[in-house]
């Protein structure tokens, strides 16, 4: 059964860290782009960061670039988002997501993604 299941969300202080663990089964991950995206009350589900499949190209949104970063790990068919110096505006929900075409580069639409993990919460507050 193809899925994704992010883990690794919880409550820190601005400046702490977090690190965002997105595991797949059913699915060889390296073979797709995998994306990160969230969604904060009130506001659109928006990208945040991608890795593209086989030579894992990495991009970020803006409000995000230098912060945090997005990484694979073939043997474990895991994604993660390291995130460092967080801030209050990062408080959402984050989801990991496939993109649809296999040996694809990242994409910025939520339409080009077909398969999304339940999403974990990170608050950053203090």
């Known amino acids: 059964q193809l899925q994704l299941v992010e883990s690794g969300g919880g409550v820190v202080q601005p400046g702490g860290s977090l690190r965002l663990s997105c595991a797949a089964s059913?699915?060889?991950?390296?073979?797709?782009?995998i994306g990160w995206f969230r969604q904060a009350p009130g506001k659109e589900r928006e990208g945040v960061s991608c890795?593209?499949?086989?030579?894992?190209?990495?991009s970020y949104a803006d409000s995000v670039k230098d912060r945090f970063t997005i990484s694979r790990d073939n043997a474990k068919n895991t994604v993660y988002l390291q995130m460092n110096s967080l801030k209050p505006e990062d408080t959402a929900i984050y989801y990991c997501?496939?993109?649809?075409?296999?040996?694809?580069?990242?994409?910025?639409?939520?339409?080009?993604?077909?398969?999304w993990g339940q999403g974990t919460q990170v608050t950053v507050s203090s």
């Open positions: 059913g699915f060889t991950l390296d073979v797709y782009a």
């Open positions: 997501a496939r993109r649809r075409s296999p040996y694809g580069r990242c994409g910025t639409k939520l339409y080009e993604y077909d398969y």
């Open positions: 890795i593209s499949s086989s030579v894992g190209r990495t």
